[in-house]
């Protein structure tokens, strides 16, 4: 539905310029919610702009719904208002002399280029689009009287209008406030599926890319590193910075000691089992990532692989779990701890790493 090739855009700064996006492809399903997910500055924005036709690319090729509505091969671009998309920004930019009805009206009166819609189809398109968003019921408001949840409801309704091909939203939710942002999180999850849209969605929000997605490209430094479905790429990360900008990681630096059956690398905890550790060699020099909640804590040794002896050395209390650290050697691992095990400072614990949770990184 929306294939994006090769995309290369930099801009000048100054003397020097700026690689935004240095070669990005990917491609996204018919109805799939994908996310581009990576730090400030990553080039996410620019991606998206790309293919909304607000920034133009010096090379590439940009497909929507087969289309093509950009390629430096072919001299194509297409404007943004002949491309099937809706898009929301961040900002929700709802224009304040308006009311509710003239901002979803917007698109229908000035997007689109032959013949004008009649008056009856534009209310009957405005008013549908508001349903979808339940704001039928405030068409008439000024746009001022409107709350940060209702603005970005009417930004996405005005999205909506066109019945576009591809959504784009480039952090839509960033701007409200943290029960609001969980809220709408499912509620434009659940519209986008219910209607069957394809949505191109950019947020630097690891929890929302993860919670929203079907699945998620990492994009850094205007490379896009991993893609994959959020629960392969968030226990299977494939990059050490990717691994950390995910969630809380452990890294630890090893040599593999022995590749079978099971690879074994001599680490700062000891020598460490590690499972699909496939095509690396004997003598290697690596690292592995390790989730603090794949590390399993005990008061008593288990006779299992991949087990240590340590001292708790942080034991903060976060509610549902504690964010803990506990020293093996001269390593310290972060871990979490399970509030009724009541783990204290200076407390004798037991860790085991099972070696399918051990993921080798680059
Ligand atoms: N119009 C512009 N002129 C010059 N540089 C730009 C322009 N737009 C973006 N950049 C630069 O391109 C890089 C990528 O910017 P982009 O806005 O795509 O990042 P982003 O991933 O969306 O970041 P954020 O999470 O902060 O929104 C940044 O270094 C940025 O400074
Ligand atoms: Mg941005």
């Known amino acids: 539905m929306l294939r994006i090739e090769n995309l ?6 100054g ?3 700026v690689q935004a996006l240095q070669g990005v492809s990917f491609v996204v399903s018919e109805g799939e919610f994908f996310s581009l997910l990576g730090p400030s500055g990553s080039g996410k924005s620019t991606a998206l702009r790309c293919v909304a036709g607000l920034e133009r690319p010096e090379s590439g090729e940009i497909f929507i719904d087969g289309m093509c509505v950009y390629s430096s091969a072919t001299g194509v671009s297409v404007p943004p208002d002949e491309r099937p998309i809706g898009m929301v920004f961040q900002s929700y930019a709802i224009w304040p002399h308006q009311d509710v009805f003239q901002n979803v009206a917007f698109p229908l009166l000035y997007g689109s280029k032959g013949p004008r819609p009649s008056k009856a189809q534009i209310r009957e398109s405005v008013l549908e689009a508001l349903r979808l968003v339940q704001m039928e019921a405030y068409h008439d408001r000024p746009s001022t009287q409107l709350s940060g949840g209702q603005q970005q409801r009417v930004a996405l309704a005005r999205a909506l209008v066109r019945k576009p091909k591809v959504l784009l939203l480039d952090e839509p939710l960033s701007n ?3 029960k609001l942002r969980e809220e709408m999180r499912v509620e434009l999850k659940e519209l986008t599926r219910s209607l069957g849209i394809t949505s ?4 630097h929000d690891q929890l929302e890319a993860l919670a929203m997605s079907e699945r998620i490209g990492v994009i850094m430094e205007g490379k896009l590193v991993e ?5 392969a790429v ?3 990360t494939q990059n050490q910075r990717v691994a950390t900008f995910l969630g809380a990681a452990n890294t630890l630096p090893g040599r593999v000691t022995q ?3 099971q690879a074994t690398l001599e680490t700062p905890l000891g020598a460490l089992s590690v499972r699909g550790a496939n095509g690396i060699g004997l003598d290697e020099n690596t690292w592995v990532a390790i989730r603090p909640e794949a590390i399993m804590c005990s008061r008593h040794p288990e006779a299992l692989p991949n087990t240590y002896a340590g001292k708790v050395t942080r034991a903060i209390f976060l509610g549902s779990f504690v964010d803990g650290e506990v020293q093996i050697r001269e390593h310290t691992l972060r871990v979490n701890l399970n509030p009724y095990d009541d ?6 614990i037991y860790i085991h790493i099972p070696a399918e949770r051990c993921q080798i990184v680059s």
């Open 234 to 236: 968030y226990t299977h």
């Open 176 to 178: 409200l406030d943290a």
């Open 15 to 17: 003397q020097g310029k």
């Open 227 to 231: 893609i994959g479905e959020p629960h």
């Open 8 to 13: 290369k855009k930099t801009f000048p700064i």
């Open 343 to 348: 783990f204290g400072l200076g407390d004798d």
């Open 200 to 203: 191109f969605f950019v947020t």
């Open 259 to 261: 590749v079978t059956p």
